[in-house]
C-alpha cells in the first residue's frame, strides 16, 4: 500500500506563486506515476499534472504554461509550481500515485489519493 501526504497549500494573492508537495511512503517501489488533481467546488476532479518514473509529463492544457510538477526521486516527493496563480486555480489539489504490479494476466493497476490541500487565490 502507498499512503500520500500533501503540503504547502495556502492563500495568495492574484499573480502570485505557490508550491504544494507530496510525500509518498509504504511501498514506493510499485509506484510508475505520481502527480495532481485538483477540485473546485461544485466542479468535477480534473487532471492538473502527472510525471511517470521516466520523467515523462502531462499538463492540462490551461495549466501547462504556468505550472510545473516535479519529482524527487530521492525522497519520493513530488512537487507542483504554480505561478501567476488566478482566482479560478481555487481549488483542492490532491496528490495522485499510481501503481503496477504483475504482468499478463496477473497486472494490477492501482490509484491512490491524498487528502488534498487547500489552495485559495484571492483577486
Known amino acids: 500500500q502507498v499512503q500520500l501526504v500533501e503540503s504547502g497549500g495556502g492563500l495568495v494573492q492574484s499573480g502570485g506563486s505557490l508550491r504544494v508537495s507530496c510525500s509518498a511512503s509504504?511501498?514506493?517501489?510499485?509506484?510508475?506515476?505520481m502527480g495532481w488533481y485538483r477540485q473546485a467546488p461544485e466542479n468535477e476532479r480534473e487532471l492538473v499534472a502527472i510525471?511517470?518514473?521516466?520523467?515523462?509529463?502531462n499538463y492540462a492544457d490551461s495549466m501547462k504554461e504556468r505550472f510545473t510538477i516535479s519529482k524527487d526521486n530521492s525522497k519520493n516527493t513530488v512537487y507542483l509550481q504554480m505561478n501567476n496563480l488566478k482566482p479560478e486555480d481555487t481549488a483542492l489539489y490532491y496528490c495522485?500515485?499510481?501503481?503496477?504490479?504483475?504482468?499478463?494476466?496477473?497486472?494490477?493497476?492501482?490509484?491512490?489519493w491524498g487528502e488534498g490541500t487547500l489552495v485559495t487565490v484571492s483577486s
Open positions: 495522485y500515485a499510481h501503481s503496477s504490479t504483475g504482468r499478463g494476466r496477473t497486472y494490477i493497476g492501482q490509484a491512490y
Open positions: 509504504g511501498v514506493t517501489s510499485i509506484i510508475d506515476a
Open positions: 510525471i511517470r518514473n521516466d520523467g515523462t509529463t
